[in-house]
């Protein structure tokens, strides 16, 4: 049997498209063309970034949604079909982060990161794979991070969230083969996002100077959300038949200077 060609019209829902990641990825999809489904928790911002789509040409439509809750992502993924029709990508991208020494947070506050970025990707996953399995097409890109190859102190939440979503993904490349839907990561190195920038002062300086000790901030140069946009679509637009199973990025550092011989 051979794969299917993509189809003309792929509707995108993307997960945390209110800033940051999503919106870029949003922003830049539905600006070559893809119907897009914009979610996120703050409609507002989804709504004004839905005109700009829709002002451009574009198509685009605001849901909102939770990814901590069932409810709120089966009826952000029913809200998108309905309008757009059946998703044929998916980015999985919401999240926040909380900082603080593993034997210092509470319990809760722990879970919480567990819950949004590891759980609430699997619920979106849950939501929309077996659809695609069905149709034998279709993408699901996470959002994963350089957190999992390089983990970093104040961050132990995230990290083991990061680490579970790529053992996620390593059983579902198994599961899906022979599918016909392809999911992958994208591991985003430092990037200029509003994620964490609601952090104490203090506690941030304080993990930064960890970060430097154990070698973890070599530069202070950071990605731009729209870099990691561009790896979201280099992976959902290769042709059926190939999969780009994770796609890493990195900031450069600065240009150093050069020598005349």
């Known amino acids: 049997m051979r794969f299917q060609p993509h189809p003309d019209r792929r509707p995108v ?3 945390g498209a209110s800033s940051g990641i999503g919106e870029a990825t949003a922003r830049r999809l539905g600006g070559l ?3 897009v489904a914009l979610g996120a928790r703050r409609v507002d911002k989804l709504a004004a970034l839905a005109d700009e789509i829709n002002g451009a040409g574009g198509e685009a439509v605001a849901v909102e949604l939770d990814v901590t809750s069932d409810e709120s992502v089966s009826s952000a993924v029913k809200s998108a079909q309905d309008v757009l029709g059946p998703l044929e990508i998916v980015v999985s991208g919401a999240g926040d982060l909380q900082i603080g020494r593993a034997h210092e947070m509470a319990v809760d506050e722990w879970a919480a990161q567990i819950d949004v970025h590891l759980v609430g990707a699997y619920r979106l996953y849950r939501a929309v794979v077996p659809d695609m399995i069905e149709r034998r097409r279709g993408d699901f890109v996470f959002i994963s991070s350089d ?3 390089h983990p970093r102190p104040w961050s132990s939440a995230y990290v083991a969230a990061k680490f579970g979503v790529e053992g996620l993904v390593a059983t579902a490349y198994m599961e899906l083969e022979g599918t016909g839907v392809r999911t992958g990561l994208v ?3 430092q990037t200029m996002t509003g994620m964490g920038m609601n952090l104490d002062q203090k506690a941030t300086e304080s993990m930064l100077g960890d970060w430097v000790e154990f ?3 070599r530069h202070g140069h950071f990605l731009e959300p729209d870099n990691l946009a561009h790896a979201v679509l280099a992976m959902v ?5 190939a999969h780009m199973k ?4 990195e900031a450069e550092g600065k240009l150093t200077a050069t ?3």
Do not use: F, I, K, N
Not at 237 to 241: A, S
Not at 246 to 249: I, Q, Y
């Open 13 to 15: 829902l993307v997960a």
């Open 33 to 35: 063309g893809y119907p």
């Open 147 to 149: 957190v999992v190859s």
């Open 187 to 189: 591991r985003p190195g």
């Open 215 to 217: 070698g973890l901030a």
């Open 237 to 241: 637009t290769l042709p059926p038949g």
């Open 246 to 249: 994770a796609v890493d990025v």
């Open 259 to 261: 020598t005349s011989g």
